[in-house]
T-cell receptor, first 116, second 114 residues
Framework: DAGVIQSPRHEVTEMGQEVTLRCKPI?????LFWYRQTMMRGLELLIY????????DSGMPEDRFSAKMPNASFSTLKIQPSEPRDSAVYFC??????????????FGPGTRLTVL | AQTVTQSQPEMSVQEAETVTLSCTYD???????LFWYKQPPSRQMILVIR??????QNATENRFSVNFQKAAKSFSLKISDSQLGDAAMYFC???????????FGDGTTLTVKP
């Protein structure tokens, strides 16, 4: 298996622009998680999906952030408009969960976002 | 709410020696798992070891083992025969298996000296 795939690996954009991060979970996994990692705040859970349905988005910092999971093999995290304080590494992770019992998460390589 | 505390921001060990990384957690859940993840400079998060809270036996994976003290809510990681490739940031995490949310500690940066 290729593992969790994220694209792009690096993104540099200017303040005010729209940014879309993409994630393909491990085939067969039914839960997907978006995290943000910064030096100041560490690793933060933004939102997670189970069977393509958003379960908890309480970590999404502002309305500028939105996430979708249109099918079991694809998810996007969008920031519109982007701001310099959004600069961070964004991780996607997936897990295979049975009958409501969650298991360990496998992480993608991350997207390093820089907003100028 | 869950909390995970790693009290050692940085640790160092001599190659081939043993080092222990500390982690304490707090959760009101009865069903949870604990993990140690490794994040090398490539920043890929790699699962090192996992422990189910209902198991009394400490998990081991080759040179990595844990000391799980459930009553004390302590979950330390021991790395034996340390290798240069072990140098990384290590994160302790607690997963609420019913709700799916993981809480991560702030990480411990491990340096391995040749």
């Amino acid at each position: 298996d290729a593992g969790v795939i994220q694209s792009p690996r690096h993104e540099v954009t200017e303040m005010g622009q729209e940014v879309t991060l993409r994630c393909k979970p491990i085939s067969g996994h039914n839960s997907l998680f978006w995290y943000r990692q910064t030096m100041m705040r560490g690793l933060e859970l933004l939102i997670y999906f189970n069977n393509n349905v958003p379960i908890d988005d309480s970590g999404m910092p502002e309305d500028r952030f939105s996430a979708k999971m249109p099918n079991a093999s694809f998810s996007t995290l969008k920031i519109q408009p982007s701001e310099p304080r959004d600069s961070a590494v964004y991780f996607c992770a997936s897990s295979h969960d049975l009958q409501g019992q969650y298991n360990e998460q496998f992480f993608g390589p991350g997207t390093r976002l820089t907003v100028l | 709410a869950q909390t995970v505390t790693q009290s050692q921001p940085e640790m160092s060990v001599q190659e081939a020696e043993t080092v222990t990384l500390s982690c304490t957690y707090d959760t009101s859940e009865s069903d949870y798992y604990l993990f140690w993840y490794k994040q090398p400079p490539s920043r890929q998060m790699i699962l090192v070891i996992r422990q189910e809270a209902y198991k009394q036996q400490n998990a081991t994976e080759n040179r990595f083992s844990v000391n799980f003290q459930k009553a004390a809510k302590s979950f330390s990681l021991k790395i034996s025969d340390s290798q240069l490739g072990d140098a990384a940031m290590y994160f302790c995490a607690c997963l609420n298996t019913n709700a799916g949310k993981s809480t991560f500690g702030d990480g411990t940066t491990l340096t391995v000296k040749p």
